[in-house]
T-cell receptor, first 110, second 116 residues
Framework: AQRVTQPEKLLSVFKGAPVELKCNYS??????LFWYVQYSRQRLQLLLR??SRESIKGFTADLNKGETSFHLKKPFAQEEDSAMHYC????????????FGAGTRLAVHP | DAGVTQSPTHLIKTRGQQVTLRCSPK?????VSWYQQALGQGPQFIFQ???????QRGNFPDRFSGHQFPNYSSELNVNALLLGDSALYLC???????????????FGDGTRLSIL
């Protein structure tokens, strides 16, 4: 069965420290993965997607098919990065139907 | 562009009642998906509407039903409400023409449903 696992409910770091939010998935085939973010009092929004291979707000994520992981990384955390982060995987068959992980709250302290 | 809009923002119901939630997609989008987000969990897919038909469905009972109108707006109906239906209900819109490509979804603020 397709599944997304985010093992950490909370990741707490100090400003300027490196950040890695973990995401593991189970999927047969070549997945396309997403990271969505929800800042305080804002709606859920796309942060980045694997297929575009772009860096948004300094975050990057590399798909590791061997380890079935799509960890989100940033070398130097900023206070404004504090938010709920969700890893998401489309159901096989497409049609924009997403399976979300339980989410990790990133708290960046001054 | 206001993006995806949902109404109402909050709703309180009692067990056994019925509820209707509404969603207007982002301008230019034709596909609407509904998700249920329980406290402390990620969103869970309920179903998706495209061309006024339910195109896909998640693992939710028939008490959950929906509709899409010609203007692409959508409703989510839940009958015989249970305490476990208390959650944030999110609507997301996307462009569904290219069905073989996973378009990013645009989410609304959600409707917070509380069952007493």
């Amino acid at each position: 069965a397709q599944r997304v696992t985010q093992p950490e409910k909370l990741l707490s770091v100090f400003k300027g420290a490196p950040v890695e939010l973990k995401c593991n998935y189970s999927y047969s085939g070549s997945p396309e993965l997403f990271w969505y973010v929800q800042y305080s009092r804002q709606r859920l929004q796309l942060l980045l997607r694997h297929i575009s291979r772009e860096s948004i707000k300094g975050f990057t994520a590399d798909l590791n098919k061997g380890e079935t992981s799509f960890h989100l990384k940033k070398p130097f955390a900023q206070e404004e990065d504090s938010a709920m982060h969700y890893c998401a995987l489309p159901f096989s068959g497409g049609y924009n139907k997403l399976i979300f992980g339980a989410g990790t709250r990133l708290a960046v302290h001054p | 562009d206001a993006g995806v809009t949902q109404s109402p923002t909050h709703l309180i119901k009692t067990r056994g009642q019925q509820v209707t939630l509404r969603c207007s997609p982002k301008s230019g989008h034709d596909t609407v998906s509904w998700y249920q987000q329980a406290l402390g969990q990620g969103p869970q897919f309920i179903f998706q509407y495209y061309e006024e038909e339910e195109r896909q469905r998640g693992n939710f009972p028939d008490r959950f039903s929906g509709h899409q109108f010609p203007n692409y707006s959508s409703e989510l109906n839940v009958n015989a409400l249970l305490l476990g239906d208390s959650a944030l209900y999110l609507c997301a819109s996307s462009l569904g023409v290219r069905q073989d490509y996973n378009q990013p979804q645009h989410f609304g603020d959600g409707t917070r449903l509380s069952i007493l």
